[in-house]
């Protein structure tokens, strides 16, 4: 996981940021790390930047309502979003199928009417940043969504979540450290070196030989 956000953000210490702060974000949400690990690849993979990443996934978090596959749902969508700069009709369907028109959102908060801003949506105009406002608004205090993956992880199926990741974090670290302690980086080359002398030994065995073994 460290080696493909280092690829996609170009740098290792941005990766190790990342993957520390979408821990952080696991640790307070019903979701687990790995949803968070493959939303923030789809958003990348899209071209979102870096540093807008958590945000971006913390908001969706809230509007998902903890559910994995809505969350999933709507990060391939705002990626698809962002990836053309503004909303289309495919990617509205999404985000509605997910759990959250943000045109509703719009309507909502600025007094448009529905149909203007379908008509708005037609032509084009709805950009990626009237979205991601609406996420804001949405999540923000007074918004339908506010605190809702906070609620969410105080659940018991969000307790157990928790439990799972921090289960996975410790075998994780007993892994680097066992990785470590057993030198795996230049053992395991050797063991396969090994292993293909032993496989090229046994064939040029006599056939009784082998037979016998």
Same mark, same amino acid.
């Given at each position: 996981?460290?080696?493909?956000?280092?690829?996609?953000?170009?740098?290792?210490?941005?990766?190790?940021?990342?993957?520390?702060?979408?821990?952080?974000?696991?640790?307070?949400?019903?979701?687990?790390?790995?949803?968070?690990?493959?939303?923030?690849?789809?958003?990348?993979?899209?071209?979102?930047?870096?540093?807008?990443?958590?945000?971006?996934?913390?908001m969706?978090?809230?509007?998902s309502?903890?559910?994995?596959?809505?969350?999933?749902?709507?990060?391939?969508?705002?990626?698809?979003?962002?990836?053309?700069?503004?909303?289309?009709?495919? !990617?509205?369907?999404?985000?509605?199928?997910a759990?959250?028109?943000? =045109?509703?959102? &719009? @309507?909502? /908060?600025? +007094?448009?009417?529905?149909?203007?801003?379908?008509?708005?949506?037609?032509?084009?105009?709805?950009?990626?940043?009237?979205?991601?406002?609406?996420?804001?608004?949405?999540?923000?205090?007074?918004g339908?969504?506010?605190?809702?993956?906070?609620?969410?992880?105080?659940?018991?199926?969000?307790?157990?979540?928790?439990?799972?990741?921090?289960?996975?974090?410790?075998?994780?670290?007993?892994? !680097?450290?066992?990785?470590?302690?057993?030198?795996?980086?230049?053992? =395991?080359?050797? &063991? @396969?070196? /090994?292993? +293909?002398?032993?496989?090229?030994?046994?064939?040029?065995?006599d056939?009784?030989?082998?037979?016998?073994l």
């Open positions: 996981t460290k080696i493909a956000f280092e690829t996609m953000l170009g740098s290792a210490t941005k990766a190790t940021y990342l993957i520390s702060e979408l821990q952080k974000e696991s640790s307070k949400s019903p979701l687990e790390e790995s949803d968070y690990q493959q939303s923030a690849k789809t958003l990348l993979n899209f071209g979102v930047a870096g540093n807008s990443i958590v945000p971006t996934l913390k969706l978090g809230d509007i309502l903890g559910n994995a596959d809505r969350f999933r749902g709507m990060s391939l969508a705002f990626g698809q979003t962002s990836a053309t700069g503004r909303l289309m009709g495919q !990617d509205l369907n999404q985000m509605i199928n759990g959250f028109n943000p =045109l509703q959102e &719009i @309507s909502r /908060t600025t +007094g448009e009417s529905m149909a203007s801003l379908k008509k708005r949506m037609e032509d084009g105009s709805i950009s990626v940043q009237d979205v991601a406002n609406a996420f804001k608004t949405a999540t923000s205090e007074g339908r969504f506010f605190g809702s993956t906070d609620k969410q992880s105080q659940t018991i199926s969000g307790l157990f979540s928790t439990m799972k990741d921090n289960v996975g974090k410790a075998l994780k670290s007993l892994g !680097d450290d066992i990785s470590n302690a057993l030198n795996l980086k230049d053992l =395991l080359p050797k &063991i @396969s070196e /090994t292993l +293909g002398s032993i496989t090229s030994a046994f064939s040029n065995l056939p009784a030989v082998k037979k016998a």
